[in-house]
């Protein structure tokens, strides 16, 4: 896997793939590629290790061209980043195919077809699917009626797209388990993992369901079912613009991010999990052997990224799983015992962070069993440096203050719990729960946002205030930690954010009428606890601003509360995230500060 871009058209169609790769250069990979039917109807190959832009250079010196293609950004998930694992994969001359998924049954289809007498090139699952293809050619010469018998012998998740010499005006494409959407043109039809990848050349888009197959041609589009009846898929206009850096119809590039977060974290979701488990190749092909061996995590970071490292630690926790985290700028400057057998796990959103990239290559030295980051930016230092990455797929965040980045740190975290956990005696059935719960999560950030509304009502009850206090307790204690972050990097209200049984310990001295204190009150084990140190608030005559879950009974008197539907309990601290971002957003409005750039602060911190 990682980024799929195919076009049939009346035109060049090189300079459009070429184009959809680099949009889609966010999500990671580590090698590039296409296939164009040229004019004398041979398809011609080229791939490169590194980046889209080693790939061009190398086109640069070629005259391949032609009006049909395919094209790909990998990210190893079977075999080594190298030239020969690189997609598109061929069978002879009459097959070429890109791939994005996990294919679970490779082994056994690659020994029935060496035993046919296929030799394979790489070590990849998708260089299987071509020549189970190409055998079923054999027998079956029309691709699409081929490939719906293909895919009826592959165990996994995929998209999947094929071009062929023998085809010269149509691609066909299956997905199951992973995305694939096909872009509308007049005389000419794309097709790509990501809608991002296409909006220079469309507007109009047709999202492919699970187990489609699908024929593109120039002047039409044919979709079919797994049991190859004709099926009709909406066509959608897309609102989004050709640039990331047009804010659309918000008013600010941060309430923008807040609303991309539904489709950001099922982004992150994608190729990672399918039906009920987890498919932890699509960490990558180094990835197993360390959390195989990891016994022990300590995740470093800075700002919101630290934060989502101290929610991680109860969730690693939780399964058995030692876990330390601490401040990047903090740890590099102390000498740190190192368990045996310890992952170090580094979150940055930019990859440049000057602190945390210290600290990695600090922990080169210091007897860890490996390292793994878990970043947003698929070319940066700490991507390059680190011997595993888990991209979080957000996409590029404009707004300083982060908040899709955040969210989908947690996303990625939840999935290395899950993969550590499943080595811990996690159960078959305790996984598929918790992965069902992940599942759900994209819909549930969705019903929160639609609170957006009466937040910003809750809002001008205290911007004018000074000083605002967040409590929270377990995992939410973090949680609390990001809301008050959030506050005041964009509203300058002096903001603090204390674990609520700490109140007795020095913070309630603060309290008054004009401190305002906001909770997330989620139905969990802490829940009365929580409830009573609420009270220490309202005997102090402090106002209180919650957010509850439907279930949870709240005996206090002079308190706004808003409700969430029930939400799952593992993923509850992600979707709690929400309405403290619009909160933050909200009252920097109504002060009127400069929510995306506000004062002092840099999106990318590259100093000490």
């Excluded at 507007?203 to 197959?213: I, K, T, W």
Aim: aromatic share 6%; hydrophobic share 40%; charged share 25%.
């Amino acid at each position: 896997m990682c980024g799929i871009v195919g076009a049939v058209a009346r035109r060049e169609v090189l300079p459009v793939l070429m184009e959809g790769l680099r949009r889609l250069e966010y999500r990671g990979y580590d090698s590039a590629g296409v296939a164009i039917r040229d004019a004398s109807g041979r398809l011609q190959r080229i791939r490169s290790v590194g980046k889209v832009s080693a790939l061009q250079q190398l086109l640069d010196e070629t005259s391949i061209g032609g009006d049909l293609g395919i094209a790909h950004t990998r990210w190893a998930t079977h075999g080594m980043p190298a030239e020969r694992n690189a997609h598109p994969h061929m069978s002879g001359e009459k097959v070429a195919l890109v791939h994005n998924g996990i294919i679970e049954n490779h082994a056994q289809l690659r020994e029935e077809l060496e035993a046919g007498g296929y030799r394979f090139s790489s070590e990849t699952d998708t260089e299987v699917i071509a020549h189970l293809l190409d055998s079923i050619l054999q027998q079956e010469p029309d691709l699409l009626k081929a490939l719906l018998i293909t895919v009826t012998r592959l165990v996994g998740a995929y998209a999947l797209a094929v071009a062929s010499p023998e085809d010269p005006d149509r691609i066909v494409v299956a997905r199951a388990g992973s995305p694939l959407v096909i872009g509308l043109g007049k005389g000419e039809n794309f097709i790509a993992s990501d809608v991002f990848a296409l909006l220079p050349v469309t507007q109009r888009f047709m999202f492919l369901d699970e187990g489609d197959v699908a024929e593109i041609y120039r002047d039409r589009v044919a979709v079919f079912d797994t049991d190859g009846n004709p099926v009709e898929r909406l066509v959608r206009a897309s609102q989004l613009a050709a640039s990331s850096a047009d804010k659309g119809p918000y008013r600010h590039y941060m309430l923008k991010e807040i609303y991309e977060q539904p489709s950001v974290i099922a982004e992150t979701l994608e190729g990672r999990i399918h039906r009920g488990r987890l498919l932890e190749e699509s960490f990558g092909h180094e990835a197993k052997q360390l959390l195989d061996r990891s016994r022990c995590v300590h995740i470093i970071a800075c700002g919101t990224s630290y934060h989502a490292g101290l929610v991680a630690r109860y969730w690693l926790e939780e399964a058995g799983i030692p876990c330390m985290v601490e401040v990047a700028s903090e740890y590099r400057y102390r000498k740190v015992v190192v368990p045996e057998n310890t992952l170090f796990v580094t979150i940055s959103q930019s990859g440049e962070t000057a602190d945390t990239l210290a600290a990695l290559r600090g922990a080169a030295r210091a007897g860890y069993l490996g390292s793994l980051t878990i970043c947003n930016v698929p070319e940066s230092s700490l991507v390059r440096e680190s011997d595993v990455a888990l991209m979080t797929r957000a996409g590029p965040e404009i707004g300083v203050a982060s908040t899709k980045a955040f969210t989908t740190q947690l996303v990625a975290l939840r999935l290395l719990t899950l993969a550590l956990a499943r080595r811990r005696g996690q159960t078959l059935d305790e996984q598929k729960r918790l992965v069902d719960e992940l599942h759900a999560l994209p819909r549930q950030v969705e019903v929160a946002l639609n609170m957006s509304e009466d937040i910003g009502r809750m809002a001008e009850a205290f911007a004018e205030k000074q000083h605002a206090l967040f409590l929270g307790r377990g995992a939410f204690y973090p949680i609390a930690l990001e809301g008050a972050l959030k506050l005041k990097e964009i509203s300058y209200i002096h903001a603090e954010a204390y674990p609520a049984g700490e109140l007795k310990h020095g913070p309630l001295a603060l309290v008054d009428a004009d401190m305002p204190v906001i909770c997330a009150l989620p139905d969990d084990p802490l829940l009365e606890k929580v409830l009573s140190n609420l009270q220490e608030v309202r005997a102090r005559e402090g106002e209180l601003f919650l957010f509850s879950d439907q279930k949870v009974k709240i005996d206090l008197d002079h308190y706004q509360n808003l409700t969430l539907d029930d939400i799952c309990q593992s993923t509850a601290p992600i979707v709690y995230t929400i309405p403290l971002q619009l909160l933050a957003y909200h009252v920097a409005v109504l002060k009127g500060t400069d929510v995306d750039q506000p004062r002092n602060l840099a999106k990318s911190v590259t100093v000490e």
